[in-house]
């Protein structure tokens, strides 16, 4: 179903605190909280960004440019795994892909509606945290969603009810259009 619709669907004048409170009740997103798909190659963020500390943006490389972050392509990761732990059975999986030319088939964790704009860039750049959205991803065995990514989440931060507060524009096209 499309915004428009939807938006039929929304009974004459309501204030956004109303509707904000009433779509926080439960989520429409196209993803849910906690979910942590399978994934075809067992990438862990522990290891990496954890033990290793290596920067986000190292593979995540557009989320401060781009409205989509990015995942890293196969040769990211074969800069270290031509050598490192080339006899681990996962990082056998991932030479497989290398070697066949194939990209991973990672599966999305986080998915929003069609209906709903999402600047990646905007936040990073606005000083948001990846941590304040997606929790303490370096400590998670497996990605999952950390938050529940309804328009009331998204809404309670626009209109500084955060913690650390921030400030942005909460009228309905900013979001939808
Ligand atoms: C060495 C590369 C690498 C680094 C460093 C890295 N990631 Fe990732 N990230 C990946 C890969 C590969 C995936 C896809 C597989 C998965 O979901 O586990 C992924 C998936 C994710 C996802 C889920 C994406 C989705 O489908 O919704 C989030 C969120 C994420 N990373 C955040 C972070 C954050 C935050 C950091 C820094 C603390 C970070 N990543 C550091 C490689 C990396
Ligand atoms: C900067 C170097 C570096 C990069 C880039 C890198 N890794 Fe790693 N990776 C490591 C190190 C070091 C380990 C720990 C190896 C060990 O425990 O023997 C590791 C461990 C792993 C493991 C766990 C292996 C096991 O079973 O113990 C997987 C899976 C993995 N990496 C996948 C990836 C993927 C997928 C990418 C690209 C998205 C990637 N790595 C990018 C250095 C790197
Ligand atoms: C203000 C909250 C917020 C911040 C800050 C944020 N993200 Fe996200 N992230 C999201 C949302 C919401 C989605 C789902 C977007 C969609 O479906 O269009 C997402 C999706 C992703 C994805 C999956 C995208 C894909 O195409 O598969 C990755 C990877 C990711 N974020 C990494 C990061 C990293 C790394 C940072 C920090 C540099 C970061 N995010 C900062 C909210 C945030
Ligand atoms: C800061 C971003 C943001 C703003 C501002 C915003 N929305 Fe949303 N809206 C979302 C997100 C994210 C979703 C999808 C997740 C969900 O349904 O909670 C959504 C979903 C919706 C839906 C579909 C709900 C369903 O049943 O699935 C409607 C209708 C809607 N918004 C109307 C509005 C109206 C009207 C306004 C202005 C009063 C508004 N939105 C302002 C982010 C926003
Ligand atoms: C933790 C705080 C936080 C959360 C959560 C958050 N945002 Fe934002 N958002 C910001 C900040 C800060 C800015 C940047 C404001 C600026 O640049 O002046 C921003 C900017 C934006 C913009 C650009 C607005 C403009 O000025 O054109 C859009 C669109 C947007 N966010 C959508 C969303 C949607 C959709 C969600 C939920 C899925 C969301 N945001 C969740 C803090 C947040």
């Known amino acids: 179903m499309n915004l428009r619709s939807r938006w039929l669907a929304v009974p004459g004048f309501i204030c956004i605190a109303a509707l904000a409170t009433m779509l926080s009740a439960y989520s429409g997103a196209s993803s849910s909280e906690r979910s942590a798909p399978e994934q075809p190659v067992r990438f862990p963020h522990t290891v990496h960004a954890g033990t290793l500390k290596m920067n986000c943006v190292y593979c995540h490389f557009s989320a401060n440019k781009s409205p989509d972050p990015g995942l890293p392509a196969v040769g990211t990761c074969m800069g270290c795994h031509t050598v490192v732990a080339t006899g681990k059975p996962e990082i056998q999986k991932l030479a497989g892909y290398w070697n066949r030319k194939q990209a991973v088939p990672w599966v999305r964790v986080h998915k929003l509606p069609e209906y709903v704009h999402f600047p990646h860039m905007r936040h990073v750049n606005a000083g948001v945290s990846c941590q ?7 400590n998670m065995a497996t990605v999952y969603q950390a938050s529940s990514l309804n328009m009331g989440w998204c809404v309670d931060c626009h209109t500084g ?9 909460y009228d309905c096209a900013s979001c939808h259009y």
């Not at 009810?161 to 524009?169: E, K, L, M, T, Y």
Request: proline share 12%; glycine share 6%; hydrophobic share 20%.
């Open 132 to 138: 304040t959205c997606h929790g303490q991803v370096q």
């Open 161 to 169: 009810q955060s913690n650390p507060p921030f400030r942005a524009r």
